[in-house]
Nanobody
Framework: QVQLVESGGGLVQAGGSLRLSCAASLRTFSTNHMAWFRQAPGKERQFVSS????????YYADSVKGRFTISRDNVQKTVYLQMNSLKPEDTAVYYC??????????????WGQGIQVTVSS
């Protein structure tokens, strides 16, 4: 059974930082693109960032570009999202996802349960 377990969320003041982690039990982790999505209250889930199988290619939503950094450790089967200069509009439930194809254009097959990130002003 595939599990993606997020950690590292919480409450932070605007301008602060958080680092999200996603530990995967996925046997094929090293052959999956990994991504982060988020969903704010009353809004649709949106793409935040993704990283290729090797880690050599990353994509970011315009709203987080320059502030967030995605990375992965294929040995530890973990993907990270370093979030700096957080803004209140970053408040959302953040989801880790795994996809065989580019998560920007293909719905990931596997999803974590989500973790709350709240940024206070």
């Amino acid at each position: 059974q595939v599990q993606l377990v997020e950690s590292g969320g919480g409450l932070v003041q605007a301008g602060g930082s958080l680092r999200l982690s996603c530990a995967a039990s996925l046997r094929t982790f090293s052959t999956n693109h990994m991504a982060w999505f988020r969903q704010a209250p009353g809004k649709e889930r949106q793409f935040v960032s993704s990283i290729s199988v090797s880690g050599g290619t990353t994509y970011y939503a315009d709203s987080v570009k320059g502030r967030f950094t995605i990375s992965r450790d294929n040995v530890q089967k973990t993907v990270y999202l370093q979030m700096n200069s957080l803004k209140p509009e970053d408040t959302a439930v953040y989801y880790c996802a795994a996809a065989v194809l580019n998560p920007m254009t293909n719905t990931p097959r596997y999803w974590g349960q989500g973790i709350q990130v709240t940024v206070s002003s």
